[in-house]
């Protein structure tokens, strides 16, 4: 009995740490900030940077949670 | 990302490159650009390090949270919305067609 106690009481302690995990996480990365370079692979197997638009273009970056998904 | 393509001419006349960005694979990627008829790059960002480095990654999903970001030219973010105010890109297209006419 007092065992299992024990193991209730391990449980009950981890379950905020696994809730926090849950939680959205917040931008690192927000209007007036400069947007962090990087060099990623398109669906054509070309590289894209986000430099190459750097003093021609701007750039709206979405970021989507899944292909095959809406939004 | 199929409303981004549908206003794609209008961001490409306010001088603004639509890329989307995701944990999928490239192929994954490609086939639904097939399927939706994307034409710009949807970027793939295997393992997570650019979603990271922009504060986005979701433990629960373990993929990135629904954002837009606005970029100008020298690299700034000028706009941003979350979730689901990120699905509709007018006010994205607002804010470049506005630029364009206070150049």
Redesign the interface.
Known sequence: MKRLLLALLLVASLLPASYA??E???????????????T???????K?S??D????????????????T?? | MQAFQQNLAKLGAADTQVLGISMDSSFSNQAWAEKIGVTYPLLSDWGGDVTREYGLYNPKYKAARRVNYLIDKNGKVIEMQLDSAAIDPSKVVQACEARKLNR
């Not at chain 1, 959205?24 to 990087?38: C, E, L, N």
């Not at chain 1, 990623?40 to 070309?46: A, E, M, P, R, Y």
């Not at chain 1, 021609?56 to 095959?68: E, G, P, R, S």
């Open positions: 995990a849950d959205t996480p917040q931008p690192k990365i927000k209007v007036g900030d400069m947007a962090p370079d990087f990623l692979t398109d669906q054509n197997g070309k894209v986000l430099h638009f750097k003093g021609k273009k701007n750039v709206a970056l979405a970021f989507y949670i899944f292909a095959f809406g939004g």
